[in-house]
């Protein structure tokens, strides 16, 4: 077995085999996309695609067994996440049937709705996910699409009262869903009970709009060619009573609402994160694709060359530091952020699977999975666009596949949630210490509870704590900082997000309780400071989280090899920030000049194993469907 074998078995993580599966198989479904293809072709293919896709049984393990599928979470979003390699509108189709759509009916409905379950796996009911508006799309609770109880008709009436309730942005709903999953305003008399999901049928076999649906297609956008992204409006549709997902909320025939969560906005955050999957799905897609575009650009680097060194020679791109410098940070970041979400689908599988999840462990779980779809979008979409320079003009093209890519990743880091919304999120839960109190993004509710409340910081570690613990106690003492040790490394990290919740958590504490105008002002004036709270809290758990995962490496040279790559990750990260370490005292400022040398020295120590690396990632080099690899292989 070779190094890079082994490396790839270590990334792999707890799902190895449903990548080693994937590997086998996805390359045969012909699965790459066809640019010659117009729209509405484009938009077929994928969908008889995802046919193909049912025998892979990656669309029923997303599902529990009394429901019809194999109850497998950890092995569902793996597989949605190995079609990034190939095609990421298939990736998204995909994640909306039987991720989002199938997801609220699994999660959100309860026995009289499961038996939808083997036909939404099956394709034969196909739906869509009708969340966002025109006028909402991060503030859910503010929707204003209304869904009225007509207790002499037992139906709930379905409207889009302005045009801002338009449902917008929604997959599968320009062409081929038939039913959609609605989240709207429950009313009941003249009580408004909060956001719930109805199942509202909106096109008949023929594909033609069912009274009162309007349906409405967003027609050309800057990727995801083959998803059919559309719009929804509703004007007095009438569905069944028992057409609403009633898991958490439920009318009875005479009109009566009851809920097992009394409280109207813990019932809506409870809900909201039994649908998790979607957003860890999305996070790991974004990871996969930057892997697919940091892997032509990296072998590309192998065999391109430009200028005469002294003897004659010419240089392969590879060699040169300032190639190096933007392309190995980028690869040691990858290594770094798929151990990091190998870890998170563990603990959302662990999660899924049980009868009563602890519901802390349930919000830390939530909010572990914003940050890392927020910091993985963002390394996806910085990956691409740094392989397509690092390839030249052939980047640029088409048949090169990055160009792609990059359209396709671009809404990643706005969709299942905004990223600078998500950040924020993770912040609210560390500075509120994931108080029942506080749910959802409201700005006044969690600086009134921080102002009002001094607890511990949660800091919880992401995995193999007392390794962790051990590697910090062991570093060297004094105030020169050894950057190469693992243990000075971890404190570094740890202090600096300790360091920056602490602080921001003084300065929203300085808000009146009593003064809504106030505290919302206090928000705003610190809002990058809260900010930076998520992004330090996920730098850190994704350095524990590498750590952990080298441990597990059972290879030795493997684990050497990942020792030196987490290296560079944790320099690239500190080097990024180096201004913080130095304003508070953190580095010296000899210390701090030594940042960069060491940095370039993890370059050259990484250079001869750039191959390896890349193939650690386990894209078979068949797969990557670039050209400009086979006309350089072949001197063309």
């Not at 993004?441 to 570690?461: H, I, Q, W, Y």
């Not at 106030?518 to 900010?531: E, I, M, P, R, S």
């Not at 944790?570 to 400022?589: C, K, P, Q, T, Y």
Request: one cysteine or more; a negative charge; glycine letters at 10%.
């Amino acid at each position: 077995m070779t190094l890079a074998d082994e490396l790839r078995i270590a990334l792999d993580g707890k799902w190895r085999h449903v990548r080693d599966d994937a590997r086998r198989t996805l390359p045969d479904l012909d699965l790459a996309f066809d640019h010659d293809l117009d729209l509405e072709a484009a938009r077929q293919r994928t969908f008889e695609q995802l046919r193909l896709l049912v025998p892979t049984g990656i669309p029923a393990a997303g599902f529990r067994t009394e429901q019809g599928g194999t109850g497998d979470p950890g092995m569902a979003v793996t597989g949605i996440e190995m079609l990034a390699q190939f095609d990421l509108s298939i990736m998204v189709k995909a994640g909306v049937q039987w991720g989002l759509f199938g997801g609220a009916v699994a999660n959100l409905g309860t026995e009289r709705h499961h038996a939808l379950v083997p036909r939404i796996i099956g394709l034969d009911l196909v739906g869509c996910f009708a969340m966002t508006e025109t006028g909402h799309g991060s503030d859910v609770q503010s929707i204003e699409t209304t869904a009225t109880y007509d207790a002499e008709t037992g139906e709930f009436v379905v409207c889009s009262p302005t045009p801002s309730a338009r449902k917008d942005y929604i997959g599968n709903a320009a062409r081929h869903a038939t039913m959609a999953a609605v989240f709207a305003q429950l009313v009941v008399g003249d009580e408004n009970h909060g956001v719930h999901c109805l199942l509202v049928p909106i096109r008949d076999e023929d594909g033609n709009d069912l009274p009162g649906v309007t349906t409405s297609d967003c027609g050309h956008k800057g990727g995801l060619k083959g998803v059919d992204n559309g719009r929804l409006m509703f004007d007095q549709v009438r569905v069944p009573r028992e057409n609403l997902l009633n898991k958490y909320g439920d009318v009875d025939e005479a009109g009566v609402y009851s809920s097992p969560v009394d409280n109207l906005n813990r019932r809506f955050f409870t809900m909201l994160g039994t649908l998790i999957r979607g957003r860890v799905s999305v996070g790991g897609a974004s990871a996969a694709a930057g892997e697919v575009a940091l892997s032509i650009a990296g072998r590309y680097a192998l065999q391109r060359r430009q200028f005469a060194a002294p003897d004659g020679t010419e240089v392969v791109l590879a060699d040169y530091r300032v190639h190096q410098r933007r392309l190995l940070p980028l690869i040691a970041r990858a290594y770094a952020y798929r151990f990091a979400q190998n870890q998170l689908v563990a603990r959302m599988d662990r999660l899924q699977r049980s009868e009563d999840p602890d519901p802390l462990e349930q919000r830390e779980l939530e909010g572990r999975a914003a940050g890392l779809k927020a910091v993985l979008s963002w390394h996806g979409s910085q990956a691409i666009q740094e392989a397509r320079e690092l390839c030249g003009g052939a980047g640029y093209l088409i048949e090169n596949r990055i160009s792609a890519l990059r359209g396709d990743i671009d809404v990643f880091t706005t969709f299942e949630g905004d990223n600078h919304v998500l950040l924020q999120l993770v912040a609210k839960e560390l500075l509120t210490g994931y108080a029942h109190e506080v749910r959802g993004l409201n700005p006044v509710g969690m600086v009134k509870f921080v102002a009002s409340t001094v607890s511990d910081t949660v800091r919880e570690r992401t995995a193999a704590s007392q390794l962790i613990q051990r590697l910090i106690d062991a570093r060297p003492g004094g105030d020169e900082h050894d950057l190469l040790d693992r243990g000075t490394q971890l404190d570094l990290f740890e202090d600096r997000e300790r360091h920056v919740i602490e602080t921001a958590a003084r300065r929203l504490q300085k808000a009146s309780k009593s003064d809504p105008a106030q505290a919302f002002a206090v928000f705003n004036n610190a809002q990058d400071h809260v900010l930076r709270c998520g992004r330090t809290h996920i730098d850190r758990i994704v350095l524990e989280a590498f750590t952990a995962g080298i441990a597990r490496c059972e290879d030795e040279e493997a684990a050497d090899l990942l020792r030196q790559v987490c290296h560079l990750y944790a320099l690239s990260v500190i080097e990024e920030d180096l201004a913080w370490f130095m304003g508070h005292n953190r580095l010296s400022d000899h210390r701090a000049k030594t940042v960069t040398s060491l940095v370039n020295t993890q370059l050259e120590v990484l250079r001869p194993h750039l191959l390896t690396l890349i193939e650690g990632f386990g894209i078979p080099e068949s797969t990557l469907g670039a050209q400009i690899l086979v006309d350089e292989a072949s001197g063309a």
